[in-house]
Structure formats: C-alpha cells, structure tokens
C-alpha cells in the first residue's frame, strides 16, 4: 500500500481497530484547515524482557498536555492510551516500531476549537529518521516561532509548518537538515530534533524557551547526570556552535546522531572519540534495557 501499511495493517481509529482504509476523516475537520491537532512520535523496542514502549507514559502526557492547550477536548487516561497502543503492537505483530498517536478535531469552520475530537493511533516498522551516517547540516533562514505566539512545547500538527520549510529548504540546497535559529539569534533546535555541542569536554544545549524539549533530550540529561557526564542547558549563538568540537541530534525518530558539518565548518573532533557517541551507544542500551549499574542522580 505504502511504507507505513499493507494489507495485514491495523489501526486504532475513533474507538475502533481497523484496517487504514475503513478510516474515515471529515474534510470540514479544523485540523486538515486550520492544522489544530496534536500528535507523537513513541518508539517500541523488543528487549530481553519483551516488547517495551520507551518512556510511554511520558509521550502520552505530552499528547494530553497539547490537546489541553489548544482547547481539544480529550478523555483518555494515558493508562487507556498506553494498553491500546500495546493491543495494537500486538495486533500488527511488532516489537520495534515507531507509533503515531494523532487527535484530530471535529467539523468547525470557524477558529474556535471544535468541541469533538477522534483519536487515531498507527505504528510501523521505521529506521532512525535521519539514518546513521554523520550529518551535512545548514543554517535555516527561518526562525523557530516566537513562543508567545503558540505553545512551542506542545507536538500541535500546524507547528510542522516551520520544518517542512526549513527542511526543504535545506535539502534543496544539498544538505542533510536545517538548524534553526530563535527570534534572538540563538541556536534553538533542528527541523526535528533538539541539539547539543561538545566543547573542551563539557555538552551544551539550548535552554527552554524557543524549543520543543523533547522527550529523548531529557532522557539524555538524565544519562548524563547518572554518568557524570558534565552538560549545561544555556542560550548560545551560531558563532559559539561553529567552534565546538562536535555536536549531535536527538529526537525519538531520529534517536541519537552526530553533525559531520554545519555549514562550511567542519566538526574537527572524530565522532567515535566524541561524547554525543558515547551517548549515542548509552541511549540505545538505554531504550533496550541493558543500561546497568547506573550512577545515583545527583540531586
């Protein structure tokens, strides 16, 4: 069909298992006019102790979070969400796979939300986005949106406006991603993914604010704490990037992976010597459970 289903491929649409071509969507939905809907991007992974969807109950609270503040309406517990999603792996008999929850809202032309909603929720069988080799990377000419005209923290579909431009443009003019920039000049995030820098052995990345902070850059910060890997969340400027050692993306499609350039500089640290590598390697036995005798958190 196509390479997110096939024949045998079931979803979770308004209640319902079924096959992708049953589901039906209004088209006078504010979401396909207006882009007000709210959606996640969730891995599983199969792991010695069976199929484990990374950090669910977190992705579930974000999903609720943004159908809060754009005014959807939206009853599930994130207990409901997350026994679905699993009935759902099951169903389409996978173990690793990325899972998109999306709400979509009712018929309404006008601007006020919609007072309905339907929940669909797919998975499939999908690499890491960005793929593993390092990546050629080019300042974006557009800005992350001012975070007082929107909730820059919450995944609203509308948002993804400003990647899909951003991206484009950057790979029109033969780069791998775009990396964008604030409404200050500070260095905020990728068109999907957050951002970290490694300078004289020591991780930077952007503070909250402009960014959307993401669930695996979190869980990156834990990993550093608990490995006593020094990092600081701060404000800091293209300039200050383009002298850094090394840097890397983290996002949950594109997991953990490394810059090879920006722009016309080069990354002068070799990646497998770097730190965003050895979190990338922490991250996976991370996601699959193997991650032992970890540090305590430092308080």
């Known amino acids: 069909m196509n390479a997110y289903s096939n024949n045998q491929t079931v979803i979770y649409h308004n209640g319902e298992f079924l096959k992708p071509k049953a589901a039906t969507s209004s088209l006078y939905s504010q979401t396909l006019h207006y882009g007000n809907g709210v959606f996640e991007g969730i891995r599983t992974y199969k792991t010695t102790e069976g199929t484990k969807i990374f950090k669910a109950e977190a992705h ?13 309406p939206f009853n599930y517990t994130v207990e409901e969400l997350v026994a679905i999603t699993y009935d759902l792996l099951r169903r389409n008999q996978l173990e690793d796979a990325y899972i998109r929850p999306l709400i979509t809202t009712g018929d309404s032309m006008g601007l006020y939300t ?82 970290f820098m490694e300078k004289d052995g020591q991780l930077f990345t952007p503070k909250k604010g402009s960014i959307m902070a ?54 002068p640290l070799k990646w497998s010597e770097s730190l965003g590598y050895k979190l990338m390697k922490l991250y996976q036995k991370e996601v699959l459970g193997q991650r032992k005798n970890k540090l305590s958190k430092v308080l």
């Open 60 to 72: 579930y609270e974000r999903l609720k979070y943004g159908a809060k503040v754009m005014g959807i």
């Open 114 to 195: 919609s007072k309905e909603s339907i929940l669909t929720i797919q998975c499939w069988a999908w690499p890491k986005l960005m793929g593993d080799n390092l990546l050629r990377v080019k300042t974006s000419s557009f800005e992350r949106p001012n975070p007082k005209s929107c909730f820059v923290e919450a995944k609203v579909t509308g948002h993804y406006i400003n990647s899909i431009l951003s991206t484009n443009e950057a790979k029109d003019a033969g780069y791998d991603e775009a990396l964008l920039l604030d409404m200050y000049g500070n260095v905020a995030e990728c068109s999907g993914a957050n951002i």
């Open 214 to 267: 993401g669930i695996t850059r979190s869980t990156i910060l834990e990993i550093c704490q608990e490995e006593g890997i020094p990092v600081e969340e701060k404000h800091f400027k293209l300039e200050e990037l383009k002298q850094a050692g090394s840097a890397f993306f983290t996002g949950t499609a594109a997991e953990v992976v490394g810059l090879k350039s920006l722009d016309d500089y080069e990354f």
